[in-house]
Protein backbone atom coordinates (compact mmCIF):
# COMPACT_ATOMS: atom_id res chain seq x y z
CA UNK A 1 0.00 0.00 0.00
CA UNK A 2 1.51 3.26 -1.25
CA UNK A 3 0.17 7.14 -0.37
CA UNK A 4 1.53 10.14 -2.98
CA UNK A 5 0.85 12.76 -1.43
CA UNK A 6 0.95 16.42 -3.14
CA UNK A 7 0.00 19.83 -3.34
CA UNK A 8 2.69 21.47 -0.95
CA UNK A 9 4.43 25.10 -1.54
CA UNK A 10 5.20 28.50 -1.04
CA UNK A 11 2.23 30.63 -0.23
CA UNK A 12 1.79 33.88 1.92
CA UNK A 13 0.26 34.85 5.65
CA UNK A 14 -3.53 34.37 4.67
CA UNK A 15 -4.00 32.90 1.68
CA UNK A 16 -5.22 29.32 0.88
CA UNK A 17 -3.83 25.60 -0.49
CA UNK A 18 -5.22 22.30 -1.05
CA UNK A 19 -3.37 19.13 0.30
CA UNK A 20 -3.84 15.63 -1.67
CA UNK A 21 -3.11 12.21 -0.61
CA UNK A 22 -4.22 9.09 -3.04
CA UNK A 23 -3.98 5.74 -1.72
CA UNK A 24 -2.68 3.06 -3.98
CA UNK A 25 -5.12 -0.03 -2.87
CA UNK A 26 -8.38 0.01 -4.91
CA UNK A 27 -10.96 0.38 -3.01
CA UNK A 28 -9.01 0.86 0.34
CA UNK A 29 -10.35 -1.23 2.62
CA UNK A 30 -8.97 0.54 5.50
CA UNK A 31 -11.22 2.51 8.38
CA UNK A 32 -9.32 6.24 7.79
CA UNK A 33 -7.17 8.51 6.79
CA UNK A 34 -5.18 11.18 8.66
CA UNK A 35 -2.78 14.19 7.81
CA UNK A 36 -0.45 15.04 10.19
CA UNK A 37 2.66 17.65 10.05
CA UNK A 38 6.04 18.01 11.42
CA UNK A 39 8.16 21.57 11.78
CA UNK A 40 11.85 21.49 12.50
CA UNK A 41 13.17 20.71 15.42
CA UNK A 42 9.49 19.59 16.59
CA UNK A 43 7.59 15.87 17.16
CA UNK A 44 5.34 15.21 14.23
CA UNK A 45 1.12 16.90 14.85
CA UNK A 46 -1.67 15.38 14.60
CA UNK A 47 -3.60 17.32 12.13
CA UNK A 48 -6.61 15.94 11.31
CA UNK A 49 -8.56 12.47 10.52
CA UNK A 50 -11.37 11.57 8.49
CA UNK A 51 -13.18 8.26 8.56
CA UNK A 52 -13.32 6.79 5.03
CA UNK A 53 -17.31 5.35 5.68
CA UNK A 54 -18.86 7.61 7.77
CA UNK A 55 -19.23 11.16 7.95
CA UNK A 56 -16.74 11.88 10.74
CA UNK A 57 -13.49 14.54 11.38
CA UNK A 58 -11.41 15.48 13.66
CA UNK A 59 -9.04 18.51 13.84
CA UNK A 60 -6.57 19.98 15.88
CA UNK A 61 -7.93 22.83 17.97
CA UNK A 62 -4.93 25.27 15.74
CA UNK A 63 -6.58 24.38 12.24
CA UNK A 64 -10.86 24.09 13.04
CA UNK A 65 -12.53 26.55 11.45
CA UNK A 66 -9.43 27.25 8.71
CA UNK A 67 -8.58 23.50 7.61
CA UNK A 68 -10.96 20.92 6.02
CA UNK A 69 -10.47 17.33 5.95
CA UNK A 70 -12.53 15.63 2.78
CA UNK A 71 -12.71 12.40 0.79
CA UNK A 72 -13.26 11.15 -2.56
CA UNK A 73 -13.94 7.46 -1.64
CA UNK A 74 -14.09 6.86 -5.72
CA UNK A 75 -10.40 8.31 -6.07
CA UNK A 76 -9.25 7.37 -3.22
CA UNK A 77 -8.17 10.68 -2.26
CA UNK A 78 -8.38 12.38 0.92
CA UNK A 79 -8.03 16.27 1.04
CA UNK A 80 -6.82 19.05 3.07
CA UNK A 81 -8.17 22.01 2.20
CA UNK A 82 -6.56 24.84 4.35
CA UNK A 83 -7.33 28.75 4.56
CA UNK A 84 -6.36 31.39 6.38
CA UNK A 85 -3.09 30.21 6.29
CA UNK A 86 -0.30 31.59 8.93
CA UNK A 87 3.24 31.04 9.13
CA UNK A 88 2.60 28.84 12.19
CA UNK A 89 1.60 25.98 9.74
CA UNK A 90 4.65 25.59 8.15
CA UNK A 91 5.46 22.29 8.17
CA UNK A 92 6.06 18.86 6.31
CA UNK A 93 2.66 17.55 5.69
CA UNK A 94 1.99 14.08 5.77
CA UNK A 95 -1.08 11.92 4.83
CA UNK A 96 -1.70 8.87 6.82
CA UNK A 97 -3.94 5.59 6.53
CA UNK A 98 -5.11 3.23 9.45
CA UNK A 99 -6.58 0.16 9.07
CA UNK A 100 -7.85 -0.22 12.65
CA UNK A 101 -10.66 1.34 14.89
CA UNK A 102 -10.77 3.55 16.63
CA UNK A 103 -8.98 5.88 14.29
CA UNK A 104 -6.91 8.27 16.78
CA UNK A 105 -4.60 11.12 16.69
CA UNK A 106 -1.32 9.57 16.91
CA UNK A 107 1.45 8.62 14.75
CA UNK A 108 1.48 5.07 16.15
CA UNK A 109 -2.63 4.37 15.09
CA UNK A 110 -1.62 4.71 11.57
CA UNK A 111 0.08 1.75 9.63
CA UNK A 112 0.64 3.67 5.83
CA UNK A 113 2.26 6.91 5.49
CA UNK A 114 2.66 8.86 2.71
CA UNK A 115 6.51 10.75 1.55
CA UNK A 116 5.10 14.24 2.86
CA UNK A 117 5.01 17.54 1.06
CA UNK A 118 6.51 20.65 2.31
CA UNK A 119 4.02 23.60 3.10
CA UNK A 120 5.75 27.35 4.04
CA UNK A 121 4.13 30.31 4.73
CA UNK A 122 5.50 33.64 4.73
CA UNK A 123 4.36 36.50 6.72
Known amino acids: VQLQASGGGSVQAGDSLRLSCTISERPFYGHGMAWFRQAPGLEREFVAN????????EYIDSVKGRFTISRDNAKNTVYLQMNSLKPDDTAVYYC?????????????????WGQGTQLTVSS
Open 50 to 57: IRWNIDLT
Open 96 to 112: AATYSLPIGTRALQYDY
